[in-house]
């Protein structure tokens, strides 16, 4: 496989250095990307840098997955208007740990010859002292180059202004780059299209100190086809750990993108080959009511992400909102997958002791919540067949529901009509 080939099908090649294909072309190369370490997990922006080690790795070369134990101490000033919290060592290493085991997912950390490898720079930091830095590092490097950068020059030219500890950042992210191809033969530093002046600085350090030379790659940044951030929701980032955001969140992410965004993550997010992602696109575009792409989409980074267990739990969560499952699939969740199911859906609380004596349906809907305005209204759908309580329509206004009702021992399931879902938490 030619890697720098995979990545321009795929849509993913921003900007590439003269000479990288070539030495791509010529046989193994061990070439790195840069995690930030400000969370103790991944989110799915992190996922495109993944994936360019994932091909990187498949066409033979040698991936090492940087976390940045000493840069999340400084903080990346690139595509940041302000000045970022840094963290301390032990949240550091919580974090670090966090994510070497997603990444584990992902990539081969075996024995074979391109195995990928993680590596912290806070290893060959944390005994650096300041002087030795800026004597042997910083003097190579001049700040007419540095401020040149437009991850500097946005800031100095904004209203925020730059810390010198964030205008250094580019030079502790070029001696990454200096020593990870002194020590451990890192030719090629790949990243996002914001990090392309940070890259380059290290391939400057390469050739001014070590006499060398180093390669830069960089791929594009994933923005919606509406041009909003790719990656975010209504409840903030979505997560690769499970505690942050369910998997059954995580799949309908994929599974609701817009037609024309799941064209472009098609190929950026999954393995499928040229081929096969045709005639996927194909059978899309014949019938878009099916969704060809988005299910095909939300299924394969699912599986990868969560596994199969949660990928069908999220599939049957989906049919139990949308389709046909019955009740008795809530009994085999947790109370947290309950909740996750449910998290966009009108939660109330009723008192679980007041339930256990029995309540009429009219006053639970509509005087201990807050599901229809009125009791008239409620037994006016009531009447007319439109509720439905786990799953089974109401059948008069005068049906008393108690304990022996609730799911799980805790939960009664609301349907006014045949979308409109509501959720009583009896507690």
């Known amino acids: 496989m030619n890697f720098v080939e995979e990545l321009r099908w795929r849509g993913m090649l921003h900007d590439i250095m003269p000479g990288t294909e070539e030495l791509l072309n010529k046989g193994m190369v061990s070439g790195y990307i840069g995690f930030d370490p400000t969370a103790d997990s991944l989110h799915v922006g992190s996922l495109a840098q993944i994936m360019t080690l994932i091909h990187f790795q498949l066409a033979g070369h040698k991936p090492f997955a940087l976390v940045g134990g000493a840069t999340g101490m400084v903080g990346d000033p690139s595509g940041k208007s302000a000045e970022r919290n840094l963290l301390n060592e032990e949240d550091l290493q919580h974090n670090l740990n966090g994510i070497k085991g997603q990444l584990e997912r992902f990539l081969d950390f075996s024995d074979a010859s391109n195995s990928a490898e993680m590596v912290n720079n806070f290893d060959w930091f944390k005994e650096y002292n300041f002087l030795d830095f800026i004597r042997d590092v910083g003097k190579h490097i001049t700040v007419n180059y540095m401020m040149a950068k437009d991850s500097v020059k946005n800031r100095i030219n904004g209203d925020t202004g730059m810390s010198f500890t964030e205008f250094s950042y580019q030079l502790v992210q070029g001696y990454d780059f200096y020593y990870l191809w002194k020590n451990r033969n890192c030719a090629l530093q790949m990243g996002g299209s914001d990090q392309w002046g940070n890259i380059v600085t290290g391939t400057e350090l390469v050739r001014r100190k070590g006499r060398g030379e180093a390669f830069a790659l960089t791929t594009q940044l994933i923005k919606k086809a509406d041009g909003t951030k790719f990656g975010k929701s209504e409840g903030g980032n979505i997560w690769l750990d499970a505690a942050k955001t369910s998997p059954y969140k995580f799949y309908q992410f994929w599974l609701n993108t817009s037609d024309d965004d799941a064209k472009t993550y098609i190929r950026i997010f999954t393995l499928f080959d040229k081929t096969t992602i045709e005639a996927m696109e194909a059978e899309h575009d014949a019938a878009p009511h099916l969704r060809t792409l988005q299910k095909a989409l939300a299924k394969d980074i699912t599986l990868r992400v969560h596994g199969e267990t949660e990928y069908i739990k999220a599939i049957k969560s989906t049919e139990f909102l949308f389709g046909n499952t019955g009740i008795d699939f809530l009994s085999e969740l947790n109370d947290e997958e309950v909740l996750a199911i449910f998290s966009g859906v009108p939660n109330f609380t009723v ?61 009664l399931v609301v349907q006014k009509g045949k979308r409109n879902y509501f959720l009583i938490i009896a507690e």
Not at 370 to 384: H, L, R, V
């Open 351 to 411: 008192d679980k002791a007041e339930l256990e004596a029995g309540i009429p349906v009219t006053d639970l809907l509509a005087a201990k919540t807050a599901i229809f305005p009125s009791k008239g209204e409620a037994k006016k759908m009531i009447q007319g067949g439109g509720v439905a309580i786990n799953k089974e329509k109401a059948g008069t206004p005068d049906d008393i529901y108690n304990a022996g009702n609730l799911i799980n021992n805790k939960y």
